[in-house]
């Protein structure tokens, strides 16, 4: 159960980056190595003047889903990034920013949250996952 | 070829379920066993009393997509229910509806269609998963 | 980092192919042999008529996202069509269509660019994933 797990972040919408957080603190929780590598929207989703900002749902969540997904965080359900900030504290979960795509949106590391850890690019992102699984989010 | 193989469902499109019905039938086929993990709105889909509604497609689908979708099923093509049942017959098929997507949409087991085995949490399907393929649609 | 790395192309949008292109040709130029499969909007986007064509963003790219990329496109960022030829260069790169999505688009191989390799069924895809990561995108 110690191989790496390695979850490529497409999306930028609070239900997936849910499911991503949720993954991640499963596999951390239960000593599987996590590298994060953050792509595009999810990449934008990580930018500290925005992290914690209503960054939406998957369009086919519709109002029902809207309304269950207000009511499980007026609940006390965790946000993303404390389920994130929580995984790290439970195991080794490295979260990397792919250089190509702060080129395209024209981020600086400084730009993003100190829940990112780094900027790397693809060829690092496969080195680190070695023959590990991979899941695209 | 007799891995696990584990699709994690996200998405309740009828397109996006079609493509995993396919690769979960495909896999039993083959002799793989697969393990499906229902999370939001792909859970949300096989609520009893929606299975069979319409899902929706993809939003990039477009007019287009849903004329040529419309016409497959008109033309006989299976719904992506029939293609689980029939994945289900031919080999080893296990579906779970993830229970932290069951507290948030606020379903018990009894409120899903009976293709759902069970619910379980992220830790119960790594240890299902393995270090077989994880495939998040 | 021989072993073979399998991805499943479902979404047709612009950022996804070019996120998909960018894991491929990363995968190739480190000796990874790449497969390729084309589901639904993914396989429509390779139509010879079309794959030059505006695709279109993941509906969460709002106005922001589209004004990154199409700046990007401008200061050269490479098409992924590109990528993708550049990555058939670099190794092995495999793209075959779903004999099934095919079907349910209407399409004969010679609709489809020169990119594409052929055609197959889910069954000659698992048995060229082998044991390999396989990534739904």
């Known amino acids: 159960m110690d191989e790496t797990i390695s979850l490529v972040l497409f999306s930028g919408t609070d239900d997936k980056l849910g499911a991503a957080a949720v993954l991640a ?5 239960m000593g599987k190595p996590v590298r994060i590598f953050l ?3 999810a990449l934008d989703a990580f930018r500290a003047d925005r992290i914690a900002a209503n960054h ?3 369009p086919e969540a519709a109002q029902a889903g809207k309304a269950a997904m207000a009511a499980a965080a007026a609940a006390g359900q965790s946000h993303w990034t404390e389920t994130l900030r929580a995984a790290k504290e439970l195991g080794e979960v490295d979260i990397q920013a792919c250089s190509l795509s702060m080129d395209i949106l024209k981020l600086e590391q400084s730009d993003l949250d100190p829940l990112v850890d ?15 699984q991979i899941v695209f989010i």
């Open 25 to 29: 603190a499963g596999a951390a929780a």
């Open 56 to 58: 939406g749902l998957a």
């Open 118 to 132: 780094g900027v790397e690019g693809v060829a690092a992102f496969y080195i680190n996952a070695g023959t590990g």
């Open 39 to 41: 792509q595009y929207w």
